[in-house]
């Protein structure tokens, strides 16, 4: 019984050592951050070329 239980706390020891999978989260919070900005970019992007097409269609109608 004590084996099992010294097994366990050498598991949960390497556990904790491993950083892996904290690194695997950052790596993708950066990632959801950077797609954020670039869907908030493309929004406004689309935007802009809405209102361009917006003005040359006025023009080509008069």
């Known amino acids: 019984m004590l084996n099992k239980i ?12 491993d950083k892996s999978g904290a690194t695997a989260i950052e790596y993708g919070l950066i990632a959801a951050l950077i797609a954020v900005a670039l869907i908030g970019a493309m929004t406004q992007w689309a935007k802009v070329q809405n209102e361009q097409y917006e003005k040359l269609s006025t023009a080509l109608e008069k």
């Open 6 to 17: 010294e097994k366990c706390g050498r598991i949960l020891t390497a556990y904790g050592r």
